[in-house]
């Protein structure tokens, strides 16, 4: 791995819990652009939480964050709210 691909995964890393394997891929993908590689990152995680829970994605956002991006526990919390998504999908 080249050298600058690792500091730019470890730049990412503190900034947003990715793991190794996605952040390395959407770093390629993305020629590098940390940022887009967030946005990307939270849209999915975002899109998670909320086709779980049926949560309003700001409502999912507050919480995930908030929860310094843990996911389990977001959508744990969410639940406990009463948003208990699709029990069909």
Known sequence: MKQELKALLRQLR????????????????HDGDID???ELWMKQ??????GETQAPRE????YFVGLLFDKKEAIKRLKELGFEGDKNS
């Open 14 to 29: 503190e900034e947003v819990p990715i793991g190794i394997q996605e952040g390395i891929a959407l770093l390629r993908a």
């Open 36 to 38: 887009k590689v967030k």
């Open 45 to 50: 995680v975002l899109d998670d939480i909320v």
């Open 59 to 62: 409502t999912a956002k507050i």
